[in-house]
């Protein structure tokens, strides 16, 4: 049922008048007297369709005049005669649909009931438009064109249920975009599942995924796409995966059905698939995002490296300094311009990820000059009173981030960019010394 305003001067034909056919179809009608007062309800939002007849003068003038967003209703022009030509000319002017007074008595209300079902859709879009603005701009920094485009592919990923590979060099931020698709689409109540992909063996990733039937000694159990269960999937570094493997997803992302290990039976499955790749890689690994492609026909994301945005190190710098002042506690001020100056020249071959640990040990540097067990000292950490030398910055930096993880060597390696070798070795160093 559609909310509509109705201006129409005439009676339809057999005798039935237009609000008659449109109540008898189930929409709630309201006729107005003039173009004026059609123009207030208007503005007003009291509609989402407006059927008007040609015989009321001016009418389709003053609705024209005031159209509005994409939130605004559609409407339908009744003619009595109409041409193609006549109809491209309302269409031009923003007719959703023109309908023939002498046509069948259903004709309308089915014009009505498309009308009233694209204004909805618009109305989402716009929503979901607001929504996805909101959050995409306090998650993907930047005011840079790169960056806006970024926003504007989350979007239509979000919107959609295709496939999304995500590319970028390490430190981009691949993780924050598929967690941001996933949160901003319809399936944001239902499960996020990351598998990482690098350096596992094809087998127990085929069984990790797909699940196993209960044969040759394995136990019967579902794999992660099953047990998304309408969510997300994320294949980190997907380009590492094998050809059969990446056969097999494709299969499954098109028939959305899965077959365990093992077994002879498919099973319904409803996931929906974020692929994210190391662009830049190698030639090999290039083939392999192209495959993906191909293959999936995935809705492409590229992530920016940082340094083809510059004009963003302002803002991600401040960004990151008051996300840590919050975080700890602390009184943080902005960096002045002079400070920031030398950050722009800097290759940041780490990318962001490298830029947030630089203002982590930047903030760090600033508090470690403060008298020892003052205010702002960060627990697990002891420098001292002294000025911390650059080895003495990097340990309490370390150790600081160590403490964060509770001890956890492989989140505190991910989290500083290092390899858990360096860090074992670092700390090794630090308990010798």
């Known amino acids: 049922m559609a909310r509509v305003l109705l201006a129409a001067a005439g009676e339809g034909r057999g005798g039935a008048g237009l609000a008659e056919q449109l109540e008898a179809a189930g929409h709630e009608v309201v006729r107005v007297a003039d173009a004026e007062e059609l123009e207030r309800r208007l503005a007003r939002g009291e509609s989402d369709v407006v059927v008007v007849d040609d015989t009321v003068a001016g009418a389709l003038a003053k609705l ?119 949160d901003l689409s319809d399936r944001a109540s239902r499960p996020f599942v990351t598998v990482r992909c690098a350096g596992a063996e094809q087998g127990a990733l085929e069984r990790e995924l797909f699940g196993t039937a209960g044969s040759d000694g394995l136990r019967a159990r579902a794999g992660l796409l099953e047990q998304a269960r309408g969510g997300t999937v994320v294949l980190d570094d997907a380009d590492t995966l094998g050809a059969a493997l990446r056969t097999q997803l494709a299969r499954t992302a098109i028939a959305r059905e899965v077959r365990r290990v093992g077994a002879a039976e498919a099973t319904p499955v409803d996931a929906r698939l974020v692929l994210t790749c190391r662009s830049g890689a190698n030639s090999a690994a290039q083939d392999a995002v192209e ?17 083809e945005r510059r004009s963003d190190i302002p803002q991600l710098v401040q960004h990151f300094r008051g996300r840590l002042a919050t975080e700890q506690g602390v009184d943080l001020e902005p960096l002045s311009p002079e400070a920031l100056l030398p950050l722009l020249g800097h290759e940041w071959s780490g990318n962001v990820r490298e830029l947030q640990h630089w203002v982590e040990r930047a903030a760090l540097a600033s508090r470690a000059e403060q008298p020892r067990g003052g205010a702002t000292a960060l627990p697990g950490v002891d420098l001292g009173g002294a000025r911390a030398t650059l080895d003495e910055l990097e340990r309490a930096y370390i150790l600081h981030v160590l403490h964060l993880e509770r001890g956890h060597q492989s989140r505190a390696a991910v989290r500083l960019g290092i390899d858990r070798r360096t860090l074992y070795r670092k700390l090794k160093q630090y308990r010798a010394g």
Not at 291 to 307: G, H, M, Y
């Open 64 to 182: 024209v005049s005031v159209q509005c967003p994409e939130s605004a209703a559609a409407f339908v022009v009744v003619v009595e005669s109409s041409t193609a030509t006549m109809g491209r000319e309302l269409r031009r002017a923003g007719a959703t649909d023109v309908v023939d007074r002498s046509a069948e008595d259903d004709a309308l209300a089915h014009a009505v009931e498309r009308a009233a079902r694209d204004v909805r859709l618009r109305r989402e879009l716009a929503m979901l438009r607001a929504r996805i603005g909101d959050a995409a701009r306090h998650a993907l920094i930047g005011r840079s064109s790169a960056m806006t485009l970024v926003r504007e592919l989350v979007g239509r990923a979000a919107a959609s249920r295709a496939a999304v590979l995500i590319t970028g060099e390490p430190g981009t931020g691949k993780d924050t975009v598929a967690q941001l698709v996933h």
């Open 291 to 307: 495959d993906l492609i191909a293959r999936f026909n995935a809705l492409v994301i590229e992530l920016p490296p940082l340094r």
